[in-house]
């Protein structure tokens, strides 16, 4: 349980941050949220995320910045003190340093460049919305978390790929470089995923899996060369979530959840499998979060 208590604690203040990202934040302020002393907060923060609290701040708000950055309008210096950087000079620097680029460049030629995306700490799942919560942690390695939630009718931005039915396959046919395209979209609902369509949802000639990202259903923006924008119905999905793992380690807990997930009868939480409505997905691979994947379900009338 003590483990479950600081990703809590490391939630709490992920969340804070998240919200008074453009305000000052000091490590008391954060303490606070995670109802620890300064120096544990500071400790378990590094723990789970892998980052100082002040790192994952920093580097957050350079990321927002350069996605306002894509808006020409917006002028660098008032980008600068938005995300409570004092000085045009320093938020050059730290731009510079984190992306190889200064932010004037960027603005001009808005090259690929890989965003940090904070993600909240077990099963926020960036700004899913709450459903069902069937199933919680207890003292099991190898409990999975299952909970089901809603999802908005919206639209999708994805490349296809040709005949790929996993992740590995779709990077030999199309490159990786789609996710830093996917990470640049500014209206963006969620973080990108990576998809199975059905059938109904492929094209001709084009693979079950690829990437996308979701954005409004009223979403009129332009659409990168070679990707595709398509809309998706209201669903509910069960989403499967794994222990964190070392990252290393992904491939064999993608298993374990795969494993979990094949055995798992959602009849008996009054849910079937919805396979052929909309796109079963998962997050990218982060250990400090446990495996993600989602798939589709509608409820049985009993």
């Known amino acids: 349980m003590e483990s479950l208590e600081k990703k809590n604690a490391v939630a709490r203040m992920v969340n804070y941050i998240e919200e008074h990202i453009n305000e000052p934040i000091t490590l008391n302020m954060l303490a606070k949220e995670a109802q ?63 992306f190889g680029i200064t932010p004037s460049n960027y603005c001009n030629k808005q090259p690929l460049i890989k965003f940090f995306i904070p993600n909240n700490i077990r099963g926020n799942y960036l700004k899913f919305e709450r459903g069902v919560n069937i199933m919680s942690e207890n003292q ?27 992740y590995f396959e779709y990077c030999e046919e199309v490159g990786c470089e789609v996710w830093d395209v996917l990470c640049g979209i500014k209206e963006a609902l969620y973080e990108p995923i990576g998809m199975w369509l059905p059938k109904s949802l492929q094209k001709v000639s084009t693979s079950e899996y690829c990437q996308g990202v979701e954005v409004p259903i009223t979403y009129s923006g332009e659409i990168p060369e070679g990707f595709d924008l398509i809309e998706l119905q209201p669903c509910k999905m069960m989403v499967f979530q794994g222990n964190p793992y070392d990252d290393e380690n992904f491939g064999e807990e993608i298993g374990k959840l795969w494993d979990t997930m094949k055995k798992y009868d959602p009849k008996v939480y009054g849910f079937q499998w919805a396979d052929e409505e909309t796109p079963r997905f998962q997050l990218a691979p982060m250990g400090y979060r446990g495996y993600i994947e989602a798939r589709p379900v509608r409820q049985l009338n009993l």
């Open 140 to 166: 099991s390695a190898n409990t999975v978390f299952v909970q089901v939630v809603d999802r908005p009718e919206r639209k999708v931005i994805l490349k296809r790929g040709i005949k790929a039915t996993h």
């Open 36 to 98: 620890y002393s300064v120096w544990y907060s500071a400790r378990i923060f590094k723990e789970i995320i892998g980052k100082s609290p002040f790192d994952y701040i920093r580097v957050a708000r350079l990321s927002k910045a350069a996605l306002k950055l894509r808006d020409k309008e917006n002028r660098i210096t008032d980008v600068a003190f938005d995300f409570v950087f004092d000085s045009h000079e320093g938020f050059t620097r730290a731009f510079s340093k984190q």
